[in-house]
């Protein structure tokens, strides 16, 4: 009955009878007993047709609190938000990545922070979740191949960031709650089967297939800068530590392109400007970085030939220069032909993922709450 209040809410008794099947006096009884524990609040009463109006009900949101929070080589940003998924605070802070001791203080000093800026007491925060780069080996309790972290992998790390936080907390690669907020909030919506692209520091990809987060056996699957694609040499050392498509399609790949091309530039973001401004040398580097993201799309597309690929990341993100020549070097490659597009949620994608993931973890929790309230049968 919580979760049809949940879905249908604001909703009436007679309306919950109909939807649980439960008989009108075993529903009051419930409404009695959710409301007493402070999961269902009252919500007015309902307008309109004839006859006496009816009190509504719906889901208390103020009844736990969720944060999601992204660690990534740069920043680290974290949202809180109620059980409607209502964000109520945001903090983004410089990444400090010099170990993995002071990354792990930051995170928990950031979602402290963060709960008090939105003046609620840490204790009730139902549920925490964690994204980073990298692959989380749950049989290990262990985060792999997070190269872009120092010592994000080492043995212990999870602990001690469940030490810090201090609640429930699950851990996901940064690439998957990507994907899962666009799912919530972003162009995945409604689409059952797509991919989320990220290009940046790294290169990785998530999977929504048949409408849920595809994992692998082992957590691996979207790990695509490991394509041995783009590379002259596919047995190089590197391109295993890394992954051959990272090391050619990653942000250092193409500053050292552009700076082998004469250009002087720090960043992607350079890279992309002095295209914007019609500097041969940088139209030149995107069009090598076009090419690349469309051999990774025409590597994926048969395999789980998706209805959508999204595009996003600091590189990923430049759809006005990439996604002409992407489509049109696709064209050339490949038989499939998915729509792509570049993500509406840009940056906030993964934070987005998070507070979804988080969401659905603490609606268990707390929905699991109402076996304890006990007295009720049908």
Do not use: C
């Not at 994204?131 to 262990?142: L, N």
């Not at 792999?144 to 602990?159: C, K, Q, S, Y």
């Not at 991919?195 to 290169?203: D, I, K, N, R, S």
């Amino acid at each position: 009955m919580l979760e049809s209040i949940r879905r249908r809410g604001p909703v009436s008794r007679a309306q919950l009878s109909r939807d649980t099947g439960l008989s009108k006096p075993t529903v009051s009884q419930a409404l009695v007993a959710l409301e007493r524990a402070g999961l269902v609040r009252q919500a007015g009463r309902s307008s309109g047709g004839k006859g006496p109006t009816a009190l509504l009900y719906e889901l208390n949101p103020t009844a736990g609190w969720v944060v999601g929070l992204d660690v990534g080589r740069d920043l680290v940003r974290a949202a809180i938000a109620d059980l409607n998924g209502d964000i109520v605070a945001r903090r983004d802070e410089p990444a400090r990545v010099r170990s993995a001791d002071t990354l792990i203080s930051q995170v928990g000093e950031t979602a402290h922070r963060l709960a008090a800026d939105a003046g609620i007491r840490w204790r009730q925060v139902t549920f925490a979740t964690v994204g980073s780069p990298g692959v989380f080996e749950a049989d290990r309790d262990q985060v792999a191949l997070a190269h872009n972290l120092p010592g994000w992998g080492r043995h212990g790390l999870l602990e001690a960031l469940r030490a810090k936080l201090g609640t429930d907390l699950a851990f996901e690669n940064d690439v998957n709650l990507a994907a899962l907020g666009e799912a919530w909030h972003g162009l995945g919506r409604g689409v059952s089967d797509f991919v989320y692209l990220h290009v940046g520091t790294g290169v990785g990809l998530g999977l929504v297939l048949n409408g849920e987060l595809y994992r692998g056996t082992r957590g691996a699957a979207g790990e695509v800068g490991y394509l041995p694609l783009a590379t002259a040499d596919p047995h190089d050392p590197e391109n295993r530590r890394r992954g051959a498509l990272e090391n050619a399609l990653g942000s250092a790949a193409v500053v050292r392109g552009a700076r082998s091309a004469g250009l002087s530039v720090r960043s992607p973001k350079g890279v992309f400007e002095a295209a914007r401004r019609g500097t041969d040398a940088a139209v030149a580097i995107v069009e090598l970085v076009a090419e690349r993201i469309a051999l990774a799309i025409a590597a994926v597309a048969p395999v789980v030939d998706p209805e959508l690929v999204i595009l996003g990341g600091t590189i990923g993100r430049n759809g006005d220069l990439l996604l002409e020549p992407v489509q049109r070097e696709l064209a050339a490659l490949s038989p499939f032909r998915p729509r792509i597009e570049v993500s509406a949620l840009g940056e906030e994608a993964e934070l987005h993922g998070a507070v979804s993931m988080a969401l659905g973890a603490a609606r268990e929790r707390l929905f699991s709450r109402t076996e304890a309230i006990g007295g009720i049968t049908a």
